[in-house]
């Protein structure tokens, strides 16, 4: 894990966390190690099944945004569950020219040989991505303001 991330004891849950915080297009080979053979993976653009599935969502990652890096924050573990809060960090011309930031979290389900069988992500598309698209971004800032008490 990376000196800013958390430490965790359980080591199937520190080695996912290491998996991601360092996270490189080569190492999706080691992808089979992380996850088992037919885990589910859904976030809020993608549902899919099966490692293959899941690298093809890395590999797309890899290839349309700019220095992607996950730093984990909060690692919570109960029996064969994880819940971890994190930072996504990359960039995207069309978003802007800085580095840009998705708060989130995840859930994971841990199979009998400690990789993962389930993980669904959960962040705000509307509040972390699209608020930040020149055209939809106003209208939706539009939208928040006027749903707001």
Avoid at 70 to 98: C, T
Avoid at 102 to 118: E, F, M, N, P, S
Wanted: hydrophobic share 45%; glycine share 6%; net charge neutral.
């Amino acid at each position: 894990m990376s000196a800013a991330g958390p430490r965790h004891p359980d080591a199937r849950v520190a080695r996912v966390v290491d998996f991601f915080e360092q996270l490189k297009p080569a190492d999706l080979a080691r992808l089979p190690q992380v996850y088992s053979a037919d885990a589910r993976f859904k976030d809020p653009f993608n549902e899919v099944q099966g490692q293959a599935a899941i690298r093809a969502i890395f590999e797309h990652m890899f290839a349309t945004l700019g220095e992607p890096r996950f730093v984990v924050h909060d690692i919570l573990v109960q029996g064969e569950q994880a819940f971890l809060s994190w930072d996504f960090h990359f960039r995207a011309p069309r978003l802007g020219p800085g580095l840009q930031t998705i708060h989130g979290a995840t859930h994971l389900l841990l199979a009998a040989d400690g990789r993962v069988a389930q993980h669904r992500d959960y962040w705000d598309a509307a509040e972390e991505l699209y608020e930040k698209l020149p055209v939809l971004g106003a209208l939706m800032r539009w939208l928040r303001r006027r749903a707001a008490a």
